[in-house]
């Protein structure tokens, strides 16, 4: 009877620490939301001083990351290589848990105070893809 309790003891830990991971690969699974900002800057050295790293700080501040700068106007931004058309000036994109999160950052008055910097140095496109 003993044998028993002990194999039933075990498996039934077994199917408890099995359900517990294949929770925590279901919570991992939830992609990412990518934004992705191509921007035309006319005025590289007040885009970078003035706005790029109030922007920046923005971002960070609300949770996301960047995966990457490229293009002119400093910031952190590393050259851009044309395969095909014409790149923009300068593109970023961020990395965020939810559509929901960049949307808040993107209405919030710290961001909306530095975008009207921006806007008087640079263009930009925005667009938003669910990662995979």
């Known amino acids: ?3 028993y309790f002990g194999v039933g003891l075990g498996m039934l830990a077994g199917f ?4 517990a991971a294949i929770s925590g690969l279901h919570a991992q699974a939830k992609p990412k939301l990518y934004l992705i900002t191509e921007i035309d800057v006319t005025n590289p050295e007040a885009y970078g001083k003035e706005f790029a790293p109030k922007a920046q700080a923005t971002i ?5 990351s960047f ?3 490229g ?12 395969l095909a058309g014409t790149p923009p000036k ?3 994109v961020q990395a965020w848990d939810s559509l929901e999160a960049m949307n808040a950052w993107y209405k919030s ?3 909306q105070e ?4 921006g806007e008087k140095h640079a263009t930009f496109r925005r667009y938003a893809v669910e990662g995979q």
């Open 114 to 117: 530095a975008l009207k910097i």
């Open 109 to 111: 008055d710290a961001y």
């Open 71 to 82: 293009g002119s106007a400093g910031a952190g931004a590393k050259p851009i290589t044309a």
């Open 1 to 3: 009877m003993k044998q």
């Open 67 to 69: 995966v990457l700068i």
């Open 60 to 64: 960070k501040a609300a949770g996301a």
């Open 90 to 92: 300068r593109i970023t």
């Open 16 to 19: 408890a620490i099995g359900a």
